[in-house]
């Protein structure tokens, strides 16, 4: 498989991206094609050895389209993506083949390259749960959860943001990595949010759920641990990577863009309550334990529709 001069210009994270769409994919064909369970008489119907095969392709399946709308979401070319999964079709893993672009750029310390690519994964999820928190919240769906439920999805929002502005300090980003990492435009917003959109009600409160999953803020506190969690604040501001609550403004503000007026005159003020809901303080200092963190803050105003977002 011979990539086009483009993927010289990938990013390294961008890069992984396809590498893990292709092994993915390779492992689907390989479970497909070899790891069908071998008959016994004694197993009778043995239903259960089926059902696991099954179950571990779709779960392969699942990874692979994931990890796909995430890289399209992430600015890697429809054509990039197509080759990886073609090319795992085949049983072709990544680096079977010299002529796929690296994951480390040449002269890149290979430590500082992986602390970039966990930002980029942690800035995917965060801008993801952006989008399907206003989302929900536009199709009340909000409703049948829990009370604990959507504040504890603040709370993972705010430890996810808490570790990559950590790392981020460490890492010592230059302009150029800051605007890759978290400068979203807005042909990206759109996209983001119009894949969003696409998942049924079923499929949008999957993802809201998995993401008010506690031991997103667990993992948090075992990666950082060894951190210092009060370097970042040093750091002006401009340098730092979007808050929680700027994020969900950025997806609240293209979903009116994005969905049909005739809709949001009926359920318009419900992306206002999911952006709302973002009153917690995901900036604070985390203070880890089994119970959410953070306080009530105010909220800046609201971007002027004529004029869309200041950011």
Do not use: C
């Amino acid at each position: 498989m011979n990539y086009p001069n483009w993927s010289g210009e990938l990013s390294g994270w961008r890069v992984g991206l396809l590498a893990r769409i292709q092994d993915r994919t390779a492992d689907h064909a390989r479970v497909l094609r070899q790891g069908f369970p071998e008959y016994k008489t004694e197993y009778g119907r043995g239903d259960v050895a089926l059902q696991r095969w099954r179950s571990n392709l779709r779960d392969l399946a699942a990874d692979r389209d994931e990890l796909a709308v995430r890289a399209a979401a992430s600015g890697v070319p429809e054509a990039a993506i197509s080759a990886a999964v073609e090319a795992g079709a085949r049983g072709k893993r990544w680096e079977h083949n010299r002529s796929n672009p690296p994951t480390t750029r040449h002269g890149e310390d290979p430590i500082r390259g992986q602390m970039i690519a966990a930002m980029a994964e942690d800035m995917w999820t965060l801008e993801h749960m952006a989008a399907v928190s206003v989302a929900t919240e536009f199709r009340f769906l909000g409703d049948v959860m829990d009370a604990e439920g959507p504040r504890q999805y603040l709370v993972g929002m705010g430890s996810l943001w808490h570790r990559v502005d950590a790392q981020a300090m460490l890492a010592d980003l230059t302009p150029g990595e800051r605007a890759d990492l978290w400068g979203r435009d807005e042909q990206g917003w759109q996209q983001l949010v119009e894949t969003v959109a696409g998942y049924d009600d079923a499929q949008l409160l999957e993802q809201y759920r998995a993401y008010s999953w506690p031991g997103i803020e667990w993992d948090v506190m075992r990666t950082t641990e060894n951190l210092n969690a009060d370097v970042s604040n040093l750091a002006p501001p401009e340098i730092r990577p979007p808050t929680p609550e700027e994020l969900l403004d950025r997806a609240g503000y293209f979903v009116h863009e994005t969905l049909d007026p005739d809709i949001l005159d009926d359920h318009g003020r419900s992306i206002d309550r999911a952006v709302d809901a973002a009153a917690v303080d995901a900036t604070a200092t985390p203070t880890w334990g089994s119970k959410p963190v953070g306080e009530v803050i105010e909220r800046p105003p609201e971007p002027d529709p004529a004029t869309g977002p200041d950011w």
